[in-house]
């Protein structure tokens, strides 16, 4: 029988060996001069270095250039003042796989007294499965943003077309007109005042016309979104003129109570607009069996945000469906699919706003409103 100067595993470390090989986390420990200890199989798939070549070398092999440089120096101050960076709290960081890969990762460090010094323990886990997720999961919002539109163009497609016929046919008879006048001239007489007045009015009708073909574009386009400076009242206005097609909206008086000196948003305006649209659409089918019919649009400063506000004339939201409001798919409207508020929301906490609501009742109607932070102090607008 052949003698070894090996001694067997305790039970204690044959144990730590099958916790430190079956953990799905990364798991390293290094000395105090970040000279790498223990190294697990989690950590081989995830930087690519098995644990032969990893052994004894200083943990910077793991981190990209810029973490490398610094950490000897953060070691050391530690080791010197006591004080924790990282000791104690997760945080996420960079690490770097063996082909240069980097790429983000979420490490939590404690610390242990051993009879061989200080030691300290780091449990890493991969970020990127839950990053890609994010993305995934952003663009498919986009998407339902999207269809969200194109579903509201859908329903006003009919009224639309009847809309637009009216300034089309008057900017036709203004033109029939100026031709008939210009048929009556000689070459020595000037054009009447009259014919200046029409071309005038046939000008103003096109550009009306063209304005709300351009908004339905801009609405329904697939689009990268771009937040920029806005003015809030503006595209507020501009929601209210776009809502307000068809005879449904033609009935409801809207009343606006905007403050003065509103500072800015940062916001993609397509995406905000949509949102008010879609309040304003649902605030018009509320009211339908009221009487008076009123919407009340408000815009004031509150607490560093400017927040929109949509009250209604109507009964209220009812009890049964305010809690489920916001959840996708629920819905209280006939033959909705309960997308919009939804989405709205989503849109509101994706600029760091938030979107709730008052559901009143007992004679007062629902009010929904839109915060988003404002881009500076009051009286500072896009247009300064």
């Not at 077309?161 to 006048?181: D, F, I, K």
């Not at 509101?348 to 629902?366: E, V």
Request: charged share 25%.
């Amino acid at each position: 029988m052949e003698s070894s100067d090996e001694l067997p595993p305790t039970v204690s470390d044959a144990r730590l060996a099958s916790v430190l090989n079956t953990a799905v986390f990364g798991i390293i420990v290094i000395d105090e001069t970040g000279r790498i200890l223990v190294y697990n199989r989690a950590c081989e798939q995830l930087f690519g270095w098995t644990a032969a070549e990893a052994a004894g070398r200083n943990v910077k092999l793991i981190m990209p250039p810029d973490y490398a440089r610094e950490h000897d120096t953060y070691l050391r101050n530690y080791l010197e003042t006591h004080v924790p960076k990282i000791i104690g709290i997760g945080r996420e960081v960079r690490a770097q796989h063996k082909d240069g890969e980097v790429f983000p990762v979420q490490l939590a460090v404690g610390e242990a007294e051993t009879q061989d010094g200080r030691q300290f323990i780091g449990i890493l886990r991969d970020l990127r499965p839950e990053f890609e997720a994010a993305e995934r999961l952003a663009e498919l919002q986009s998407q339902l943003v999207r269809i969200a539109r194109i579903n509201a163009v859908d329903e006003m497609g009919a009224t639309l077309a009847h809309e637009l016929n009216q300034p089309l046919t008057a900017l036709m008879l203004y033109l029939q007109a100026v031709s008939r006048a210009a048929t009556r001239l000689t070459e020595t007489e000037a054009l009447p005042k009259g014919v200046s007045d029409i071309l005038d009015k046939a000008l103003a009708e096109a550009d009306r016309a063209g304005k709300i073909i351009h908004r339905m574009r801009r609405f329904v386009e697939k689009r990268e979104v771009e937040h920029q400076p806005a003015d809030l009242a503006m595209l507020v206005e501009e929601a209210i003129e776009f809502t307000a097609i068809g005879s449904k909206a033609r009935e409801v008086t809207i009343e606006r109570r905007i403050a003065e000196g509103l500072p800015s948003v940062d916001v993609d305006p397509v995406q905000i607009q949509q949102i008010v649209v879609n309040l304003l659409r649902n605030a018009i089918d509320a009211v339908g069996g009221s009487d008076p019919k009123i919407i009340v649009v408000e815009i004031a400063l509150r607490k560093g945000n400017v927040a929109l506000s949509v009250e209604d004339s109507g009964p209220g939201i009812d009890p049964q469906i305010f809690p489920e409001l916001f959840r996708a798919f629920a819905t209280g409207a006939k033959g909705g699919v309960g997308l919009g508020l939804a989405i709205s929301r989503s849109i509101a906490q994706s600029h760091g706003g938030d979107l709730y609501a008052d559901p009143g009742g007992s004679g007062k109607g629902a009010r929904f409103t839109l915060e988003l932070p404002a881009l500076g102090p009051p009286g500072k607008s896009v247009k300064d």
